[in-house]
Structure formats: C-alpha cells, structure tokens
C-alpha cells in the first residue's frame, strides 16, 4: 500500500515536471477551495449548521477508525449512515440551501467573494446616515453627540463605553439617544464604518475662550477633536441646533445639507483622495479630447 502510494506520488511529480503550467492551476484551484472554505465556515459558524457539521467531522473519523480497527460491524453502520447522510442534508436544510441559492448574485452573496462597496462609498453612505440622524434628533430637541474616528485609532475611548458593533443606521443612533435610556449619556463612536460603541466617555476641552453657553457635549466634542483627528457631531438638547468640532473648532448652527458637505469633505475626500483626483483627471481628459475634436472640425470646415 505504501509502495502504491509512493509510485503514484512520483506519478504527479512527473506529469507537473513536463507540465509546469499544470501546477499553476493546481494552485490556483487549492487556494480557491480553501478561500470557499474558510468563507462557508465563517458564515455557518454561528448557525445552527455548525453542530452538524461538528457532528459530521466526527462521524466520517469514527468510520476512518472503524475501517483502519478492522471493526466491520460499526464501519458497515457507519458507512450506512454516511451514504444516506447526503440525502437528509437536502431534507433537513432545504431552507437554508434556497435562501443561499436565491442570495447568488445578491449582495449579501458577493460579499463572500469580498466584492462589496468600496470604503469611500461605504463611507459617504454612512455620512448619509448620520445626517439624517442628526437632523432627526434635532427636531425632537433630543441631545447628541457622534464621533466619527478617522486615521487616528481611539481605542482607548471605544473602552470606556458598551461595545455595540453595528452598522451605521439612523434608526440605531436615533434609539441610542432617546433620554433616560441607558445608553443615552454620553458619544457614539464610529469606527471603520461600524457603530463600535455608545456611551463613551470624551475629555472636555478646558480652554477659557469657548463660550460659556456651551454645554458638555459641545466640551466633549472639542476635547475629542483636539486630542485626536476625530470629527464630532453635536445636536443640542436646548435648542435643536447641529454642530460640527473638528481640529479644536466649533462650526455651530448647520444645516442638513452643510453637515454632509463637511463631513464628505474631510472624512472622505480627505482621506481618499485617489479615487477623487483619478475621477476628476479621466473627466478633464474626455473634455480637452471633445475640445480637440471640435476645433479640428472648425479647421477642417474652414
């Protein structure tokens, strides 16, 4: 058995030898399984699908050992079971294959290929997101503060709140601030396009020069876009109005329309600036070829 198992293992070496574009593939088709793996692991692992598959692994070792033990009874049983074990796959998890089957091509499904949105558009989304959010709380008068992490990290802030770990939704930060709810004192962190944590405790600014009307958010806001690159949103429990602290400053007093237009500005064209200058520069291209092409038929026409 040995000697079969080396003869066909030389066998291979062989035929990638006079073939070296056959290894290639056979790479490329090992890392492809393993990355289907990993990922169809990762979406059962908190389903109920986990156990059996746990349950799976177990029997298929216990019909291994059976077969290598010479225990002809069980591995007959074993091997039963594992023949018909396919059949009450399909029957037991007939929901869950449909629902896989009608995501193909969804998002939810293209995610598993890591083809989703890339980061700024994701980003822009969410300042979307908060705005709505912030104007909303602004019309019920309902006090808020929201930070928005950017390059520098604020672990050490996310820690001192309760870790939520959501997405950016205006229904989730509207609820998260309703009063006298337990997580309505204090900052919703956003971390890596992601609610991280609520009810953060912020370091106030201490300056002499901000405006004793003032309340504690807006001290929090300050103190927090001083110490970091952190931009913070401010809604204002007395009079409804939205402010924006970033570098140490206050714009106080701006409208929906204004607060996606600071916060696209430097939270994302800031920080992806590429993908900006390369739209921008294929844009300028496709005018100077129009120019071009318009003032060779002006010169052809005269």
């Known amino acids: 058995m040995i000697g079969d198992i080396k003869e ?5 070496i062989q035929i990638y030898q006079q073939n070296p574009f056959r290894f290639v593939t056979l790479l490329i088709d090992i890392t492809l399984v393993l990355f289907l793996a990993y990922n169809l692991l990762k979406i059962v692992k908190d389903s109920r699908a986990w156990q059996l598959i746990k349950g799976i692994a177990l029997l298929i070792i216990a019909t291994w050992l059976s077969g290598w033990l010479n225990l002809n009874v069980l591995n007959y ?3 039963a079971v594992m023949n018909w074990g396919v059949i009450l796959l399909i029957i037991i998890f007939q929901p869950e294959i449909r629902r896989a089957l009608e995501q193909l091509g969804t998002n939810k499904f293209t995610k598993l290929f890591g083809m989703d949105k890339d980061i700024a558009t994701r980003t822009k989304e969410d300042i979307y997101k908060i705005a709505i959010a912030a104007t909303e709380l602004s019309k019920s008068r309902t006090g808020a503060l ?8 604020i672990k050490d802030i996310i820690a001192t709140g309760v870790e939520i770990d959501a997405e950016v939704s205006p229904q989730m930060l509207v609820n998260i601030f ?5 997580l309505h004192d204090g900052a919703v962190v956003i971390s890596d396009n992601r609610i991280a944590a609520a009810a953060c405790m912020l370091p106030l600014a201490g300056d002499t020069d901000i405006a004793r009307e ?3 958010r807006h001290r929090a806001a300050i103190g927090i876009s001083k110490e970091s690159d952190s931009i913070a949103v401010v809604v204002s429990e007395e009079t409804g109005k939205i402010s924006v602290a970033k570098d140490g ?3 106080a007093d701006v409208r929906e329309d204004v607060l996606k237009k600071i916060l696209i500005s430097n939270v994302v064209t800031k920080r992806f600036p590429e993908k900006e200058n390369n739209t921008k520069g294929f844009v300028e291209i496709i005018k100077e070829k129009i120019t071009n092409l318009k003032n060779k038929k002006n010169k052809d026409q005269v």
Do not use: A, F, H, M
């Not at 929201?146 to 990290?153: G, L, Q, Y």
């Not at 309703?178 to 337990?182: A, G, I, L, R």
């Open 214 to 216: 003032l309340g504690t």
């Open 178 to 182: 309703v009063p006298n709810t337990p």
């Open 8 to 12: 066909n293992i030389l066998t291979y």
């Open 77 to 79: 049983i074993l091997s």
């Open 146 to 153: 929201i930070v928005i992490e950017r390059d520098i990290k």
């Open 249 to 251: 400053t206050l714009i």
